[in-house]
């Protein structure tokens, strides 16, 4: 794939030290994903069981990655990762690999393992999704994942699957993806009209090939912040107005500009 496809999908180079971002805030998350996971279950954390291998394989990398790149916040004991005041267990026989060792990170965690011509969700933690659910994606190929998006089937999706093809173990990537939402819920998965003030929410997205599977691990790591907090940044709510106004119409209503006119003609009033 060329450079100028990969740009095309926001997707950069990633530095394999900053494979997973450090959290001073661990419990905060941890706590969120056991809450999460109680309440929703395997609507948040299922996998197949072709995919254990590969949920075995990047609790290891992870687990070494965080050990070594991040020793102010994590050790390794034996059987336990250690983050600030609590351990998960990365040992190589726990049942649920993929889970355990999310506990130990802001991220959520997507496996994509191949099945004939297309890649497929096989195992996922994702305790922090934006309007989608699990249990519609889970074994689901990716066209039928970002089936929804406008102009995927079309224009994205060759690129897509090409680039998941070609992917290196020691060519990671990264990507950021950006939208408003009402309300401060990591957990928007929701369908029902949230309230409170608005948030921009912003997932820094990792894709790894692992090399011993060669399953392809997606990381999503969720920053939420009030709308309101951007007005400390020079620039920074007339630059995001002027990429609302730039969005084509049907990207726009996918994102849900529609639903926040209101919301947005104060701010241009204000910053436009």
Same mark, same amino acid.
């Given at each position: ?10 997707? !950069?180079? #990633?530095?394999?030290?900053? @494979?997973?971002? &450090?959290?001073?805030?661990?419990? =905060?998350?941890? !706590? ?20 254990? &291998? ?42 649920? &690999?993929? @889970?355990?060792?999310? #506990?130990?990170? !802001? ?24 309007? @989608? ?6 074994? /689901? ?21 090409? =680039?998941?093809?070609?992917?290196? %173990?020691?060519? %990671?990537?990264?990507?950021?993806? @950006? ?14 009209? !949230? ?52 969005? %084509? &119409? ?6 849900? =500009?529609?639903?926040? /006119? ?11």
């Amino acid at each position: 794939m060329s450079n100028s496809q990969v740009l095309s999908m926001g997707l !950069a180079p #990633l530095d394999a030290q900053r @494979w997973i971002e &450090p959290d001073a805030a661990l419990p =905060f998350w941890h !706590a969120h994903k056991q809450a999460v996971r109680a309440r929703l279950g395997s609507r948040v954390c299922c996998a197949t069981p072709e995919s254990l &291998p590969a949920q075995r394989e990047a609790s290891t990398l992870l687990a070494t990655h965080l050990v070594r790149d991040h020793p102010d916040l994590y050790r390794r004991a034996g059987p336990k990762l250690h983050c600030g005041k609590y351990a998960v267990d990365v040992v190589g026989e726990h049942p649920e &690999p993929l @889970w355990a060792i999310s #506990l130990a990170m !802001a991220d959520d965690l997507l496996l994509l393992q191949p099945r004939g011509d297309e890649y497929v969700l096989t195992a996922a933690s994702l305790c922090s999704p934006s309007h @989608w659910r699990l249990e519609e994606k889970f074994e /689901q190929p990716m066209s039928t994942i970002h089936g929804t998006i406008p102009g995927f089937t079309g224009v994205l999706q060759p690129r897509v699957e090409r =680039f998941l093809q070609h992917l290196q %173990p020691a060519r %990671p990537v990264e990507r950021f993806n @950006w939208g408003l939402q009402r309300g401060a819920a990591l957990c928007a998965r929701q369908t029902e009209a !949230a309230e409170g003030a608005l948030h921009y929410r912003c997932e820094r997205q990792t894709l790894s090939r692992l090399p011993g599977t060669g399953a392809i691990l997606f990381t999503i790591r969720v920053y939420l912040s009030p709308l309101s907090s951007l007005s400390a940044v020079p620039g920074a709510l007339q630059t995001l107005l002027q990429a609302i106004d730039a969005c %084509p &119409p049907a990207l726009a209503v996918y994102k849900g =500009f529609d639903r926040l /006119q209101d919301d947005l003609e104060d701010l241009r009033g204000t910053y436009g």
